[in-house]
């Protein structure tokens, strides 16, 4: 089966560095998204990793260990309106129409 | 530019009675098209997804359906509802060619079946 796992919740101060880790056991692996969705909306896209690595996009990184089945999604000067759901998706490694994804953080920016 | 659009934005339906979602696309062509369902506290279940006109591919059989009778429409249907049918619906579209851009998502249909 597939196994997609983050944390449920994190709460983190406006301004800080806040890490969201995602580990995953999947029968195959053809690269990991991260999702943003604040309440009640649709999630975006933030960014995709296939190789092992860090790619940084603004604010927001994210990085890959394929060997280690882990990935985070770091997140540089919290603003209030990040707070939001973060989801982790691992796409199937024979079908590129299927993706896992994790149950989603939760992330509360406090002032 | 590309759009999605997804309707209703809210249901509410009694057990035992059918259901239609729309989704349409526009500004790209011969899009993948996906039904995702988000139950509260759970992860996206994928539900179907379609590569062309007439192709569906299901992932969770269940008592739901779709089809695309139109490059650009997808539409999740159901004869009859269930209570567990309750959930978030997500249509999602996605460019085949360049899979390093993940989806895109419509803005949901919270349906709940009383």
């Known amino acids: 089966g597939q196994n997609i796992d983050q944390p449920t919740e994190m709460t983190a101060t406006e301004g800080a560095i806040v890490q969201i880790n995602c580990t995953y056991q999947?029968?195959?692996?053809?690269?990991l998204f991260w999702y943003q969705q604040h309440a009640g909306e649709a999630p975006t896209f933030l960014s995709y990793?296939?190789?092992?690595g860090l790619e940084e996009k603004g604010r927001f990184s994210s990085f890959l260990s394929r060997s280690k089945g882990y990935s985070y999604l770091l997140l540089k000067e919290l603003q209030m309106k990040d707070s939001a759901s973060y989801l982790c998706?691992?796409?199937?490694?024979?079908?590129?129409?299927?993706?896992?994804f994790g149950s989603g953080t939760k992330l509360n920016v406090k002032p | 530019s590309q759009t999605i659009h997804q309707w209703p934005a809210t249901l509410v339906q009694p057990v035992g009675s059918p259901l239609s979602l729309e989704c349409t696309v526009e500004?790209?062509?011969?899009?993948?098209l996906y039904w995702y369902r988000q139950a509260a506290g759970r992860g996206l279940q994928l539900l179907f997804y379609?590569?062309?006109?007439?192709?569906i591919s299901s992932e969770v059989p269940q008592n739901l359906s779709a089809s695309r009778p139109q490059d650009r429409q997808f539409i999740l249907s159901s004869k009859k509802l269930l209570l567990s049918d309750s959930g978030f619906y997500l249509c999602?579209?996605?460019?085949?060619?360049?899979?390093?851009?993940?989806?895109?998502f419509g803005s949901g249909t919270r349906l709940t079946v009383v």
């Open positions: 990793n296939v190789l092992d």
């Open positions: 999602a579209w996605s460019d085949g060619a360049r899979t390093s851009l993940g989806y895109t």
């Open positions: 999947t029968s195959g692996f053809n690269g």
């Open positions: 998706a691992v796409r199937d490694e024979y079908n590129f129409n299927k993706f896992y």
């Open positions: 379609s590569v062309g006109i007439g192709q």
């Open positions: 500004g790209t062509s011969n899009p993948n």
